[in-house]
Protein backbone atom coordinates (compact mmCIF):
# COMPACT_ATOMS: atom_id res chain seq x y z
CA UNK A 1 0.00 0.00 0.00
CA UNK A 2 0.75 3.47 -0.61
CA UNK A 3 3.02 5.05 2.87
CA UNK A 4 4.03 8.42 2.43
CA UNK A 5 6.50 9.52 5.90
CA UNK A 6 7.42 13.04 6.58
CA UNK A 7 9.84 14.31 8.63
CA UNK A 8 12.23 17.25 9.47
CA UNK A 9 9.71 19.82 10.90
CA UNK A 10 10.34 21.43 14.31
CA UNK A 11 10.71 24.97 16.04
CA UNK A 12 12.10 27.60 14.33
CA UNK A 13 12.74 31.35 14.78
CA UNK A 14 11.23 33.82 11.76
CA UNK A 15 13.69 33.90 9.34
CA UNK A 16 15.23 30.50 9.99
CA UNK A 17 15.52 27.00 7.69
CA UNK A 18 13.62 23.88 8.32
CA UNK A 19 14.17 20.55 5.42
CA UNK A 20 11.74 18.65 5.03
CA UNK A 21 11.92 14.75 3.66
CA UNK A 22 9.12 12.49 2.70
CA UNK A 23 9.96 8.82 2.17
CA UNK A 24 7.64 7.07 -0.60
CA UNK A 25 6.81 3.69 -0.83
CA UNK A 26 4.53 1.15 -2.59
CA UNK A 27 4.05 2.90 -6.07
CA UNK A 28 6.47 3.58 -8.60
CA UNK A 29 7.77 6.89 -7.42
CA UNK A 30 10.10 7.42 -9.87
CA UNK A 31 7.61 8.23 -12.48
CA UNK A 32 5.05 10.03 -10.16
CA UNK A 33 4.43 13.78 -9.49
CA UNK A 34 4.46 14.83 -6.14
CA UNK A 35 3.31 17.77 -4.25
CA UNK A 36 3.87 19.51 -0.67
CA UNK A 37 0.47 21.02 0.98
CA UNK A 38 0.06 22.51 3.84
CA UNK A 39 -2.43 23.21 6.65
CA UNK A 40 -2.94 25.86 8.96
CA UNK A 41 -4.43 25.68 12.55
CA UNK A 42 -8.02 25.32 12.01
CA UNK A 43 -7.81 25.86 7.83
CA UNK A 44 -8.08 24.00 4.84
CA UNK A 45 -5.12 22.13 2.43
CA UNK A 46 -2.92 24.50 0.80
CA UNK A 47 -0.68 23.30 -1.85
CA UNK A 48 2.74 24.40 -1.80
CA UNK A 49 4.89 23.06 -4.51
CA UNK A 50 4.95 20.57 -6.85
CA UNK A 51 7.74 18.31 -8.81
CA UNK A 52 7.48 16.75 -11.77
CA UNK A 53 8.91 12.38 -11.61
CA UNK A 54 12.65 13.66 -13.22
CA UNK A 55 12.41 16.73 -10.80
CA UNK A 56 12.98 19.08 -13.60
CA UNK A 57 9.92 20.90 -13.78
CA UNK A 58 8.74 22.49 -10.13
CA UNK A 59 6.20 24.90 -9.22
CA UNK A 60 5.51 27.03 -6.08
CA UNK A 61 2.39 28.84 -4.33
CA UNK A 62 3.21 32.80 -4.64
CA UNK A 63 3.37 32.80 -0.84
CA UNK A 64 6.55 30.92 -1.17
CA UNK A 65 8.15 31.57 -4.00
CA UNK A 66 11.81 32.18 -3.71
CA UNK A 67 12.00 30.76 -0.17
CA UNK A 68 11.21 27.36 -0.34
CA UNK A 69 12.58 24.58 -2.91
CA UNK A 70 11.22 21.01 -3.72
CA UNK A 71 13.81 18.45 -4.89
CA UNK A 72 13.35 14.60 -5.12
CA UNK A 73 15.88 11.98 -5.21
CA UNK A 74 14.64 9.17 -7.11
CA UNK A 75 17.09 6.61 -6.00
CA UNK A 76 15.98 6.84 -2.40
CA UNK A 77 12.03 7.26 -2.76
CA UNK A 78 12.14 10.76 -1.14
CA UNK A 79 10.80 13.85 -2.39
CA UNK A 80 12.09 17.19 -0.31
CA UNK A 81 11.31 20.75 1.19
CA UNK A 82 13.84 23.20 1.82
CA UNK A 83 12.61 25.99 3.63
CA UNK A 84 14.22 29.38 3.85
CA UNK A 85 13.34 33.15 5.24
CA UNK A 86 10.37 31.14 7.88
CA UNK A 87 7.52 33.17 8.54
CA UNK A 88 5.25 33.32 11.35
CA UNK A 89 2.22 32.54 8.37
CA UNK A 90 4.71 29.12 7.34
CA UNK A 91 3.64 27.77 11.04
CA UNK A 92 1.21 24.60 9.50
CA UNK A 93 1.34 20.74 9.27
CA UNK A 94 3.38 20.07 6.06
CA UNK A 95 2.28 17.15 4.07
CA UNK A 96 3.76 15.36 1.11
CA UNK A 97 0.95 13.81 -1.58
CA UNK A 98 0.72 12.12 -4.79
CA UNK A 99 -0.41 15.27 -7.62
CA UNK A 100 -2.93 12.92 -8.86
CA UNK A 101 -4.30 11.55 -5.38
CA UNK A 102 -4.64 15.01 -4.13
CA UNK A 103 -6.12 16.50 -7.81
CA UNK A 104 -9.01 13.83 -7.78
CA UNK A 105 -9.99 14.79 -4.33
CA UNK A 106 -7.99 12.49 -1.95
CA UNK A 107 -6.69 14.09 1.26
CA UNK A 108 -3.20 13.21 3.13
CA UNK A 109 -3.62 9.77 4.94
CA UNK A 110 0.22 10.54 6.86
CA UNK A 111 0.87 11.59 9.76
CA UNK A 112 2.53 14.86 8.35
CA UNK A 113 5.44 16.90 9.64
CA UNK A 114 4.43 20.08 12.06
CA UNK A 115 6.61 23.11 11.31
CA UNK A 116 6.21 26.37 13.74
CA UNK A 117 7.38 29.62 13.21
CA UNK A 118 7.97 32.02 16.38
CA UNK A 119 7.99 35.29 15.54
Known amino acids: QVQLVESGGGLVQSGGSLRLSCVAS????????MIWVRQHPGKGLEWVSS????????TYADSVKGRFTISRDNAKNTVYLQMNSLKSEDTAVYYC????????????GSQGTQVTVSP
Open 97 to 108: ARTSYVQSGGRP
Open 51 to 58: INPAGAAT
Open 26 to 33: GFNFWITD
